[in-house]
C-alpha cells in the first residue's frame, strides 16, 4: 500500500502528469477542428448527392437530346413513380439548403423509399439499393431519437466527436501508459536505486505495483478526457446526443453512441490488462530461466 501512495505521489508531482494532461487537451482539440472540417465537407457532398440524384431522376425522364423519349414512357406506371421521384427530390434539395433539418429527413425517408422502388421496378439507377435502404434506416433512426441534425460527426456535439475519434485517443492513451511504465521503472532502477531500499520491498513486488500503478493512470486518463468531453456537450454548447443513432459494424446494426463508447472503452480495459499480464508472465519466465 505504501508503494502505491508514493507512486502516485510521484505521478501527481511529475512533470510526466504535465505532459500527458497537455497531449490529451491538444489532441482533443485538434480532433474537434478535424471533426468540423469533416461535417463541412459531409455536407458539401450531401448537397451534391441530392443534386446528382434530382439530375440523373430528370435525364431518365426527360433526355437531354429532346429527341427521343423517355424509354419508360409506354409504362404508366413507371412513369408515375419517375415522376413522383422528381418532385420529391427536388422538395428534399430545397429543404436540405432552407437548413430545415427535420423536414429535409423526412423528405429525404421518402426520397430514397422511391429510389428503392424503382430498383424494384427495373428502373436502372446509379444509386444503389443497398446504399438508399442504409440512408432511410439511419435517417429514420435518427428521426425517433428526436436528434436534430444529420450526420455523425456533428460539429457541435461532444459525444459524437468522442465516437468518431475513440479509436484514436484509446490508442494515444495506451501509448502514453506504456510510455510511462517503461521510463519511470528505467529511472527507479537506474537512477533512483536508493529508492528501492526505503521500502521492505524487492523489485518484483515492485514492478508489479508498476503495472497495477500503470492500470489505474490508464483508466485516470480515460476518465478525464470522457470529463473534458462531458463539460464541453454541458457548459459550452449544452447539446447531448447520447442516444444518437450510429452503424456499428461489429453487430450490423445500429445502436446509441454512448453504448458504442462504453463497448470500445471496455475493450481498451481488457486489452491494457492482457498486454500487462502477459508482460508479467514474460518477466517471471525469463527471470527463472536467467536463475536456473
Known sequence: MNILILEYKK????????VILSIIFILLATLF????????????DKKHELLMIKEEISSILYPADKKSSC????DKEKMNLLKNSLEISEKTLKLKHSGDEKSFMESAILMYEKIIQMHKNNIKFSISKSYAQYEKERL???????????????PLDGILIEYNNIKYILSTIFLLTIFYF?????LDFYHHKGFLFTLPINKNKFINT?????LLINLLLIFIQL?????????????TTFNYPVYFNFYDIFLPAYKII????????IFVFLIFLIFLLALKIYKKLKSN
Open 182 to 186: 517503461f521510463i519511470t521503472t528505467y
Open 11 to 18: 505521478f501527481i508531482r511529475s512533470k510526466i502528469f504535465i
Open 33 to 44: 477542428y478535424k471533426n468540423y472540417l469533416n461535417y463541412q465537407q459531409v455536407d458539401i
Open 140 to 154: 429514420s433512426e435518427i428521426i425517433k431519437s428526436n436528434a436534430n441534425f444529420q450526420y455523425e460527426n456533428a
Open 210 to 214: 508498476k503495472v497495477l500503478i500503470s
Open 262 to 269: 462504453l463497448f470500445y472503452i471496455s475493450m481498451e480495459f
Open 71 to 74: 424509354i419508360y414512357s409506354k
Open 227 to 239: 470529463i473534458l468531453i462531458f463539460f464541453y456537450c454541458y457548459v459550452i454548447k449544452w447539446k
